[in-house]
């Protein structure tokens, strides 16, 4: 399987400024037939589902605000919220789905207002 | 609009079983494979398993968790997803959801295996 592992495991940021979070898989996510990398952000705040953010790891999800992008190709992703608002607050999630016999998710960072 | 509704949660004992429905609309599910993914409480996400389209034979994988528990199925002409679920055991407890393979999620359906 391929082993996602985010860092933090948990982030305090003050309103307006930058946060990031990063993931690493064990195993490259780039299908060099087409050039995409198979990775994905998830936002989910208490008691919720999770909700897609970004997939392709860079194409924003339809409604999810501009703030939010992704970066990062092959195993290294970057997930980063420009200026944090305060409904950001939530457990963020990477996953890969190339291996689409044997998807895996990072263990999650929790983003807190500091 | 995309929905996604699971059912069929509940209290089962250890060694029972249970049969988890999702009902779509507002996407063509045919053409979508669906996904089911578990979350323990306060735990991360789990992916248990996939079905593939008819043009792909609904082709089916699972987490080597659930292998040769959990069988995956679904029926095109109700756009409904299953998950049955057999042997359960007290690490199977947790939210489950199905997804389409555009990862939109459903609400979730809670499934506790307790004597």
């Known amino acids: 399987d391929i082993v996602m592992t985010q860092s933090p495991d948990s982030l305090a940021v003050s309103l307006g400024e930058r946060a990031t979070i990063n993931c690493k898989s064990s195993q490259s996510v780039l299908d060099s037939s087409n050039n995409k990398n198979y990775l994905a952000w998830y936002q989910q705040k208490a008691g919720q589902p999770p909700k897609l953010l970004i997939y392709?790891?860079?194409t924003r999800e339809s409604g999810v605000p501009d703030r939010f992008s992704g970066s990062g190709s092959g195993t290294d992703f970057t997930l980063t919220i420009s200026s944090l608002q305060a409904e950001d607050v939530a457990v963020y999630y990477c996953?890969?789905?190339?291996?689409?016999?044997?998807?895996?998710f990072g263990q999650g960072t929790r983003l807190q207002i500091k | 609009e995309v929905q996604l509704v699971e059912s069929g949660g509940g209290l089962v004992q250890p060694g029972g079983s249970l049969k988890l429905s999702c009902a779509a609309s507002g996407f063509t599910f045919s053409g979508s494979a669906m996904h089911w993914v578990r979350q323990a409480s306060g735990k991360g996400l789990e992916w248990v398993g996939r079905?593939?389209?008819?043009?792909?034979?609904?082709?089916?994988g699972y987490a080597a968790s659930v292998n040769g528990r959990f069988t995956i199925s679904r029926d095109d002409s109700k756009n409904t997803v299953f998950l049955e679920m057999n042997s359960l055991k007290s690490e199977d407890t947790a939210v489950y959801y199905c997804t389409n393979s555009n990862w939109h999620w459903g609400q979730g359906t809670l499934v506790t295996v307790s004597s």
């Open positions: 996953q890969q789905y190339y291996s689409s016999l044997s998807i895996t």
């Open positions: 079905i593939r389209t008819k043009v792909n034979k609904y082709a089916t």
């Open positions: 392709w790891a860079s």
